[in-house]
């Protein structure tokens, strides 16, 4: 089978690494903003089983055995979750503190990571906590959210390379719609925090209002954005942290785990573990063809 695999790394990539890979003679290595990027072009009966291998000894590097139509071409479609993935931070527990219930949403937040709810259960009730806190903190918490390393510099390859960039957050489209905007990128959707007016001042009603962005609503979104664009599923990429993120994984042509808990990296096709986003495209924009068919 006709694979391309690809290192990244922030340091020099080790040689004793890319000796493991069967190769064509065909190899790009370049230094990158974030540190080196190595690709080769070759062929192997078993990806994954190389994919395993590689992993199992790479350390900080990480890895991608890419097959299918990405294996040759750059992606179309690139999409992102906002919370720990564009941005380092969590857009509830932004919200929280200034609500001043941060300790009570992060007793629910260990809930949720203890298995005792689920997305949608930890999300109404933590999203209840906020009730009555006045929109017009929404310009400050905006203000508080920061892109991860590398963000922009993604969004700007993508761009580069044709692609269209999205966003499908658990977090919320108050603060998911600013940040998409000042951002260029093409779509979003995020969860709509219910409000109401209060002595002619605009709250929160401690609900959400419509469907709730789950793991199966960002799959959704993945096929839906690429309908809309009419590009083919197997040349989409999703990047997540999370949980949350598996739907779409699932999904999309290539999946990568940014800086993720364990169960996402080991359910990812690719799991980079250093703090720069842009190293998403060394594995999503490979724009030198391979010339395997030689």
């Known amino acids: 089978m006709e694979i391309r695999v690809t290192l990244a790394a922030q340091g020099p990539i080790p040689e004793s690494l890319v000796a493991l890979i069967p190769s064509t003679g065909h190899v790009i290595s370049d230094e990158t903003l974030y540190g080196q990027r190595i690709s080769m072009f070759t062929e192997h009966d078993d990806p994954r089983a ?12 990480a890895v991608g055995v890419v097959t299918g139509p990405l294996a040759k071409v750059p992606a179309r479609l690139l999409l992102m979750d906002v919370d720990s993935t564009l941005t380092t931070t969590e857009a509830i527990d932004l919200l929280a503190h200034h609500a001043g219930v941060g300790p009570r949403v992060a007793e629910i937040t260990e809930r949720a990571m203890r298995g005792e709810l689920d997305f949608a259960q930890s999300l109404t009730e933590r999203v209840a906590t906020l009730e009555g806190l006045p929109t017009a903190i929404f310009t400050e918490v905006g203000q508080a959210m920061t892109l991860s390393n590398g963000a922009a510099e993604l969004i700007a390859a993508a761009h580069a390379s044709g692609a269209k960039v999205g966003v499908t957050s ?12 000042r951002l260029g990128l093409d779509f979003f959707n995020a969860n709509q925090l219910e409000t109401h007016h209060v002595g002619g001042e605009e709250r929160l009603t401690g609900r959400v209002s419509g469907p709730i962005v789950d793991r199966d609503q960002k799959a959704r979104d993945l096929l839906r954005f690429a ?11 999703a990047v997540g942290d999370g949980a949350n993120d598996l739907g779409m994984f699932a999904a999309a042509g290539l999946s990568v785990a940014y800086c993720a808990k364990p169960v996402t990296a080991a359910a990812a096709d690719v799991a980079i573990g250093f703090p720069r986003l842009d190293a998403v495209a060394a594995f999503a ?10």
């Open 50 to 61: 190389l994919r395993a291998a590689l992993r199992a000894v790479a350390g900080d590097v």
């Open 170 to 181: 658990g977090g919320f489209t108050q603060l998911v719609a600013p940040l998409a905007e």
């Open 227 to 237: 309908h809309a664009e009419g590009i083919d599923p197997a040349l989409t990429v």
């Open 285 to 294: 924009f490979n724009t030198v063809r391979a010339p395997l068919e030689a």
